[in-house]
């Protein structure tokens, strides 16, 4: 069969801009993110027919895979993983275009090698010189890979090609080394090249919270401190560390989610309108709100941060082990496998409104949600009236798995008494809009070909999400945890994350 000839077969979608004519290039793509995610989200981009006809797809790792083989594992990787019903013919379109090229990314040859595969099935599939790079390699990589694809040439742009590369997280383990690895990347790349990748923003609860807030009338008067009393953001998972100990060793819950998902969260929720849904003017109002939070003092670190790491508990009905009895975990382990914080914001939106965050393993249930508390509504009226205390408004932004918003607030209950009863107004995507099965990679894949940087971190962003809590990092290095493990598997975690709340008269919400 002559695949340049070969169309996408006809599908009857609503099609949105499709990516560009392009040759991708997965590092790492034997691993799990490739097999799990990133294929499955290509072969869904194809079935929506937002796939270029001239696209290419050559995975890269040190097994050495010979014929079809590679091609067959991603093909049951589709099967496996697909997040809808597979559609043969758009399988057997998509599978015509995997390829492989086998070696190591520390021999300089390699690249050279992988530079000539790259243009033969460019010709091969008809496709126009543009080449993006997906980094699915441990972050130890991430440095030497592009300095090797500079010195091959592979990164340098011609008058109507490109070359772009995404790049995993964690960007840096600290401050330090993603200033390091920015300055290094930089050296080889400019900054329109480079997408820094964070999947939670390929969610769609997430890119509507800019929806909501800036093209709804009755949210963005009160989005500020006249009406707010709080904001809660929690990053929940039920799982623990499963196969990825020593990972998480070096990592833990503060460099895995903090920097990256939270604060992510954190500036959508609290940014100022951008002039336009460019990327830049977009990424230019989430990096003023980061650097407008304040950065923790040493004493501030020890009074209104907590961690904390599971022991043996239930989750699920399930019995299962603490951390430290996890696979490949030391038996002393100091890691955290939760965090929460107290932050607050130097600007006039959001002076004096606490910003309060978690997350961790082996919690109750897997969500993430961002909790809206406002203020309570003045006693006045119900004075003289049964009513004792009043219902507080709350607006809860459901992320995951549930996507939807719900909205929390009082209502008088039918009888002859004044009594006031709580009421809950919710909106799932789903009852709405439909199903529409993704892995949350199909957005971000999609943006990098046509070349949308608005859902990607930029140098900046990164540099001063890690400013924010590398004190914390300074601190709890200088004063490792004496009561670990402090939470038992199960529970919504150390009381101390509690005790932050209870300060401060507020609590938690874990029952949304």
Not at 156 to 179: C, M, N, Q, Y
Not at 211 to 240: C, K, L
């Amino acid at each position: 069969m002559n695949t340049s000839d070969t169309h996408l077969p006809e599908l009857h979608v609503n099609q949105g801009k499709p990516g560009e004519s392009c040759v991708m290039v997965i590092f790492g793509a034997t691993g799990n993110l490739t097999q799990r995610k990133l294929i499955p989200a290509l072969y869904n981009l194809a079935k929506a027919k937002l796939l270029s006809n001239r696209f290419a797809v050559v995975g890269t790792s040190v097994e050495p895979l010979e014929g079809n083989a590679f091609r067959d594992l991603m093909v049951k990787a589709i099967e496996d993983y697909a997040t809808d019903t597979v559609d043969p013919e758009v399988l057997g379109w998509f599978s015509e275009r995997i390829h492989y090229f086998p070696g190591d990314v520390h021999d300089k040859d390699f690249y050279a090698g992988l530079k000539a595969c790259a243009e033969e099935i460019r010709v091969q599939h008809q496709i126009d010189d543009n080449l993006f790079f997906y980094l699915a390699t441990a972050p130890t990589f991430f440095g030497e890979i592009v300095r090797r694809l500079g010195q091959a040439g592979m990164a340098t742009e011609g008058d109507k090609s490109w070359r772009r590369v995404i790049i995993e997280k964690p960007f840096g383990h600290d401050l330090e080394s993603a200033r390091e690895l920015n300055v290094n990347i930089k050296k080889v790349l400019r900054e329109r090249q480079i997408y820094r990748i964070d999947h939670y923003l390929g969610k769609e609860t997430v890119q509507n919270i800019m929806v909501m807030r800036f093209a709804n009338s009755i949210f963005e008067p009160i989005w500020n401190r006249r009406y707010i009393d709080h904001v809660q953001i929690t990053a929940a998972e039920d799982v623990g560390v499963e196969r990825r100990g020593p990972y998480y060793e070096s990592s833990g819950a503060l460099r895995d989610m903090v920097p990256n998902h939270l604060f992510q969260l954190l500036s959508l929720i609290t940014m100022e309108p951008p002039v336009s849904f460019g990327a830049d003017a977009v990424r230019d109002e989430q990096a003023k709100v980061l650097r407008a939070v304040q950065v923790p003092t040493p004493e501030e670190v020890l009074s209104e941060m907590a961690r904390g790491q599971y022991g043996p508990g239930r989750v699920n009905g399930e019995t299962v082990p603490g951390y430290r009895d996890e696979a490949m975990v030391a038996a002393d382990s100091k890691t955290e496998t939760f965090v929460a914080m107290k932050l607050n914001l130097d600007n006039w939106r959001w002076a004096d409104v606490p910003f309060y965050l978690r997350t961790g393993k082996r919690l109750p249930k897997r969500t993430t949600e961002i909790v809206i508390q406002f203020r309570q509504a003045p006693f006045i009226l119900f004075r003289n009236t049964a009513v004792d205390e009043l219902t507080t408004n709350r607006l809860a932004i459901h992320i995951q798995p549930k996507e939807g918003i719900s909205l929390h607030f009082g209502a008088k209950v039918p009888g002859p008494v004044m009594k006031l009863g709580s009421v809950n107004m919710d909106f799932e995507y789903s009852d709405y809009f439909g199903t529409k099965p993704e892995t949350g990679y199909e957005r971000l894949l999609l943006d990098c070909m046509i070349g949308d940087a608005t859902l990607f971190q930029r140098a900046d962003m990164v540099e001063a999400g890690w400013s924010l809590i590398q004190p914390v990092l300074d601190v709890w290095k200088a004063l490792p945890p004496r009561s670990f493990p402090n939470y038992p598997a199960g529970s919504w975690g150390p009381k101390e994350a509690d005790e932050l709340m209870a300060r401060d008269g507020r609590h938690w919400v874990n029952d949304l």
